[in-house]
């Protein structure tokens, strides 16, 4: 069994998340999702629209994710690997270089953004309103 991890805050759910999760669970065949807790996003001067624990709602009834887990802080990916026995950490290509840290543990992969949408650019719109 090939196992896949991703992480994001996953607010204010848009196609460019849903395309995110479906290539991400088509790299194996199980889908962990780390999302950003309301505390750990706080530290990052992020407020959400929706909860941690309705994020989490949301995600575990989309088709593509298997298990959702807590994201409290920078450092835990390491360990996330570990205890999840992943295989293939993804994320988008924003981040690019970021995680090549854990090609020791497991194969990274950065994938493209969907263009022209992002959680800052539904946020803008909503605001001009």
């Given at each position: ?52 624990e ?50 020791d ?13 992002s959680?800052?650019q ?8």
């Open positions: 069994m090939i196992k896949v991890l991703t992480y994001g805050t996953f607010d204010l759910l848009h196609h460019g998340h849903i395309r995110l999760l479906e290539r991400s669970r088509a790299l194996g065949d199980h889908l962990t999702v780390a999302v950003s807790t309301d505390q750990f996003n706080l530290g990052k001067g992020k407020m959400c629209a929706y909860t941690y309705e994020r989490v709602h949301i995600l575990r009834a989309i088709r593509y994710v298997d298990n959702v887990i807590p994201e409290t802080d920078w450092e835990q990916k390491i360990d996330d690997v570990k205890n999840h026995d992943i295989d293939i950490f993804v994320i988008g290509d924003d981040w690019e270089g970021e995680f090549d840290f854990l090609k543990y497991c194969k990274v992969l950065y994938l493209p953004r969907t263009p022209d949408i959680t800052t539904v946020k803008e719109m909503l605001s001009n309103k």
